[in-house]
C-alpha cells in the first residue's frame, strides 16, 4: 500500500510540471524513500540522481561563445578547449583548456567564465609579425642574426620568444669574443595587430683577455706555458687573429693541451685543478687562471710486450718500440708504440687484436714499467655503412677515403684514419664518424655525419722577389667539381719577366681506381734579357698519373708536348744562344718516385725526403736527351723551435746524338744558390757575359732556424745558412766559354716571416768560394700573398 501511494505522488507530480522534464518514472525508485526496504532497488546512483536534479541541469554546458578573435577562426579556439558541449561545469577542466589555450602561443591574454549555461572564452590575440630588423649590428650580419633567431616575419609574435632570441642573439656576440654586447627589443605596432620587431644592438669592444697566469707551475715558467696553449693574451699585433678573444671551449681545449705537453714531457701525475676566467670590474677583459698541480717527473722502466693471441711472437712486437728503459716518461710515445703494433698486426691479418698498456707506477723510484699487453678483441664486423649531409658530394666520393666497407672488421684505428682522410680533402667543414650495434651481437653500423662547405674559390696574389720583380696572379679553382671531387682550375700570372696562363684539370680517383690522373695546358713567356739576352715562349700541355706504392712512397709519371721558341733581345747576343734561335718541339716522357716522412710540407720540422725524376725526350719532336734529377732532405729538431736541416740536390743531362739546347739546361744561383744572382754560376760566354747554362749540376744547404725571442705567435724566425754546389759542362767549347766547373759557395743569415699578408723571407748572403766571372748578390727578398 504504501509502495503504491508514492508511485501514484510520483506520477501526478509529472503530469503537472513539479518534476524536471524528461526524468523518467523509473528513476524514482524506492531506495529513494524514507523507510523503504534495504537492497529494494538495484541502482544506488538513483537517488542522487533524483535528489539533485535541478542542479544537474543547470551545470551542463549548453553554449561556447568565442570572443575577441581576429585572424583564429572560432573552431580553432574550440578545438584547443578541454569542455566540450554537453559536458558539466567542472573547474578543473576549465583550468585545464585555460592552459592549453596559453600553451598554444597564439594569444597574449585568455578569460573563461560561465555566464548561465554558456562557457565563455574571451581572448587576445598575439600579433602577427611584420617585419624583424636589426640595428647597430656592424659585426655580425643581419643574415647569420636571423639564421640564430625563432621568430621570423609572418609568425605570431610572443615575448617569451623574443626574450629567447635576445638571448640567442648574444650568445653570437660571445661566441666571437664581445660580452659587453647588449640587446634591447623594440615593439612597434602597426594596423591590423601586426608589429614590426627592432632589436637594437649595442656590440661593445671585442673581450680580450688581458692576462693569463698559472699558479703552481714550478718546472715551467709561465711564458713556456702560454706558448703550449692557444689561448693569447692581448696584443695590438694580433690584430688579425681571434686567439686574444675569451672563449669557453678553447679554454677547455687549452686544459687538454696543458695536460698533453705535460705527459709529454715526464709528468704523469700532471692534472689541471682548475681554468677560471673572470670578468674585469669594468668588463675590459678577462683574467685567465689556470691552476696545476705538476707532480713528479718519471722515467720509463721495464718496458716489454706481452701476447695471448696464437702466433704472435712478442719478441719481434719489441722492436716497434719507439722509446727504451731510461727515457723519460711520454704519454705520446706509448700512444704511438700502440699505433705501430695495432699497424703491424693488422698488416699480417690480426684484424680482431687489442692493445692495451700496462702500467705499474713506482712513486718512490719515479719510474713507470709498461707492458704492451696483446689479446684477441672483440669479433665485430662492420654491418652497413650510413652517409648523410652530403647534399652535393656523391656518396662515392666519400667511401673511397673510408677504409674500411661492408664486411670488414671493425677497427677504431681504422675509423681515426677515414676521418683524417676525410678532413684532408677540404670538402667539409665537420665529418664525424660514429657507430651504433648492429642486428647481430657483433655486428655494428658505421654513420658518416658531413657538413659540406663551399669548395670554389677565387684567388688574386701579390707579391715581389729579387728575381722576378713585383708579381700578380689570378686564379679561380673548384677542388670538388660536381661533386665528384675532381680539381679544375685555371690561373693567369704576370711578373716583370714572366707571363703565364694555365688550365689544369685532376680526378684522384681516375676510373674508380686509386690512380690520381690529370691534364694540364699551358703557355709561358719568359724574359731572361738580363741573364742570357733573349726571351722563351712555351706552349704545351701535359697528362699525368700518380700513385701510391706504400705509404709514403709515390710515383707520378707524365707526358709532355711542348714547342718552346727562342727570340734574341740584344743586339750583340751570344753566337752560342743566337744560333739556337727558333723554335723546337719537345715530346718527354718522365716519372718522379718520392718517398716523404716530413710533418709538414711547406714547413718542415722534422722527418726526411727523397726523390728522382726521370725525363726522356725522343718520342718524336726534334729534341733528344735523358735528364736526371736527385733530390733529399733531412729535418732534425734540437729544442723548441731549433731545427736543423741538410738538403740537397743534383741532377745530370745525357746527350742522346742532339745538342742540349739552352730552354733545357739547368741553371744554378738566386733561390737554389744564395750569394749569387739567378743563372749567376756556371757557364759563361766571355764576349758577351750571357749565361749559357750547363748539363751537370749540385747544390747543398745546411741550415739552422731559431726563435728570435719574439712572441711564437709571431711566425718569425732567423736562419743562418751556407749554400754549396756548382754547375758544369755546356755542350759549346770555344775560347769564349768559361767553364770551370769549380765548387761554389756561401753563407748567410736570414729572417722568414709568416705574415697575415704571406710569407716573408729575407736573406743576406756572401760568397766565399767563387770564379771572377760569376755573378754575385749580397740582399734577397720575397714576398708573396694570396687572397
Known amino acids: 500500500m504504501r509502495r503504491t501511494l508514492w508511485w501514484a505522488l510520483g506520477l501526478s ?52 561563445r568565442i570572443e575577441g578573435t581576429q585572424r583564429i577562426e572560432p573552431a580553432t579556439v574550440r578545438s584547443y578547449l578541454t569542455l566540450q558541449l554537453g559536458d558539466k561545469f567542472d573547474t578543473e577542466k576549465m583550468d585545464e583548456s585555460l592552459k592549453s589555450l596559453f600553451a598554444t602561443g597564439l594569444f597574449a591574454d585568455v578569460t573563461l567564465s560561465r555566464q548561465g549555461n554558456t562557457l565563455v572564452v574571451h581572448v587576445i590575440e598575439n600579433p602577427i609579425i611584420n617585419r624583424v630588423a636589426f640595428e647597430g649590428n656592424s659585426k655580425i650580419e643581419d643574415k647569420q642574426l636571423m639564421d640564430e633567431i625563432q621568430l621570423k616575419p609572418r609568425t605570431v609574435f610572443t615575448r617569451t620568444k623574443v626574450q629567447e632570441d635576445v638571448k640567442r642573439i648574444l650568445d653570437v656576440y660571445r661566441r666571437s669574443g664581445r660580452f659587453a ?53 692581448s696584443a695590438w699585433w694580433r690584430f688579425l687573429t681571434t686567439n686574444d678573444t675569451y672563449d669557453p671551449d678553447r679554454l677547455t681545449f687549452d686544459r687538454e693541451l696543458l695536460r698533453k705537453f705535460y705527459l709529454a714531457n715526464g709528468y704523469a701525475d700532471f692534472r689541471v685543478v682548475s681554468a677560471v676566467a673572470e670578468l674585469a670590474p669594468d668588463q675590459s677583459g ?94 665485430v664486423y662492420v654491418e652497413r655503412i650510413n652517409i648523410k649531409g652530403n647534399t652535393r658530394t656523391l656518396d662515392k666520393v666519400i667511401r673511397r677515403e673510408l677504409q674500411f666497407a661492408e664486411g670488414d672488421a671493425f677497427s677504431t684505428q681504422k675509423i681515426e684514419e677515414s676521418r683524417r682522410r676525410l678532413k684532408n680533402l677540404g670538402f667539409f667543414e665537420q665529418s664525424d664518424i660514429s657507430n651504433t650495434p648492429g642486428s647481430q651481437p657483433d655486428t655494428t653500423i658505421v654513420n658518416v655525419d658531413v657538413k659540406e662547405k663551399p669548395t670554389g674559390q677565387v684567388s688574386v696574389g701579390a707579391g715581389y722577389s729579387t728575381t722576378d720583380g713585383a708579381i700578380g696572379d689570378f686564379g679561380i679553382e673548384e677542388k670538388n667539381f660536381l661533386g665528384r671531387g675532381q680539381d679544375v682550375s685555371a690561373q693567369f700570372a704576370i711578373s716583370f719577366r714572366t707571363q703565364q696562363i694555365n688550365g689544369s684539370f685532376t680526378d684522384p680517383y681516375f676510373m674508380d681506381t686509386n690512380i690520381t690522373a690529370g691534364v694540364d695546358i699551358f703557355k709561358i713567356l719568359t724574359d731572361y734579357t738580363t741573364e742570357a739576352g733573349y726571351k722563351q715562349s712555351t706552349t704545351g700541355g701535359t697528362l699525368r698519373a700518380g700513385y701510391s706504392i706504400i705509404d709514403d712512397l709515390t710515383q707520378t709519371w707524365h707526358y709532355t708536348i711542348r714547342q718552346d721558341t727562342i727570340g734574341i733581345t740584344t ?33 718542415p720540422t722534422s722527418g726526411y725526403f727523397w726523390s728522382i725524376g726521370n725525363d726522356f725526350a725522343g ?52 733561390d737554389n744558390l744564395r750569394g749569387f744572382r739567378t743563372a749567376g754560376v756556371g757557364p759563361r760566354d766571355a764576349s758577351t757575359g750571357d749565361a749559357l747554362g750547363g748539363r751537370e749540376y749540385f747544390t747543398s744547404t745546411a741550415d739552422l ?83
Open 13 to 64: 507530480a509529472a503530469v503537472v510540471g513539479l518534476l524536471p522534464p524528461g526524468l523518467a518514472l523509473a528513476q524514482l525508485s524506492p531506495s529513494a524513500i524514507p523507510g523503504s526496504p534495504k537492497g529494494a532497488s538495484p541502482n544506488p546512483s538513483a537517488a542522487s540522481s533524483a535528489g539533485s536534479g535541478v542542479s544537474n541541469s543547470e551545470d551542463i554546458v549548453r553554449e561556447i
Open 181 to 233: 654586447a647588449t640587446v634591447d627589443p623594440k615593439v612597434i605596432t602597426l594596423p591590423e595587430n601586426r608589429v614590426d620587431l627592432v632589436y637594437e644592438i649595442h656590440e661593445g669592444d671585442k673581450t680580450k683577455v688581458t692576462r693569463i697566469s698559472f699558479i703552481g707551475n714550478h718546472v715551467f715558467s709561465d711564458r713556456r706555458l702560454r706558448e703550449v696553449i692557444q689561448t693569447t693574451e
Open 286 to 379: 678577462f683574467y685567465v687562471t689556470f691552476t696545476l698541480e705538476e707532480g713528479d717527473r718519471y722515467k720509463f722502466g721495464k718496458i716489454g710486450v706481452k701476447s695471448t693471441v696464437k702466433d704472435v711472437d712478442p719478441k719481434q712486437l719489441e722492436d716497434l718500440i719507439t722509446f727504451k728503459e731510461g727515457d723519460w716518461y711520454n704519454a705520446d710515445e706509448v700512444e704511438n708504440t700502440i699505433k705501430k703494433i695495432s699497424d703491424q698486426l693488422g698488416n699480417h691479418g690480426y684484424a680482431f687484436v687489442d692493445v692495451r698498456p700496462r702500467v705499474n707506477r713506482d712513486r718512490n723510484k719515479k719510474i713507470i714499467d709498461i707492458t704492451f699487453d696483446v689479446q684477441e678483441g672483440p669479433r
Open 571 to 603: 743586339n750583340t747576343p751570344s753566337q752560342f744562344i743566337a744560333q739556337q734561335s727558333g723554335s723546337a718541339v719537345t715530346s718527354q716522357i718522365g716519372q718522379l718516385l718520392m718517398y716523404d716522412k716530413r710533418d709538414d710540407r711547406l714547413d
Open 619 to 670: 718520342l718524336g719532336g726534334s729534341v733528344r736527351y735523358l735528364r736526371n734529377k736527385v733530390t733529399a732532405g733531412d729535418y732534425y729538431p734540437i729544442a723548441d723551435q731549433w731545427v736543423a736541416s741538410l738538403t740537397g740536390e743534383a741532377g745530370y743531362i745525357q746527350k742522346l746524338g742532339k745538342p742540349i739546347r739552352i730552354v733545357d739546361s739547368f741553371f744554378l744561383g738566386g
Open 705 to 787: 732556424s731559431f726563435p728570435l725571442g719574439l712572441p711564437k705567435e709571431f711566425g718569425i724566425v732567423g736562419h743562418v745558412f751556407t749554400d754549396v754546389g756548382t754547375l758544369t759542362l755546356v755542350d759549346e767549347k770555344g775560347p769564349n766559354v768559361q767553364d770551370t766547373g769549380s765548387i761554389r759557395a756561401s753563407a748567410g743569415v736570414g729572417i722568414a716571416w709568416k705574415s697575415p699578408f704571406g710569407p716573408i723571407r729575407v736573406d743576406i748572403a756572401k760568397p766565399y768560394l767563387k770564379e771572377n766571372f760569376d755573378r754575385t748578390q749580397l740582399f734577397r727578398f720575397s714576398f708573396g700573398t694570396r687572397f
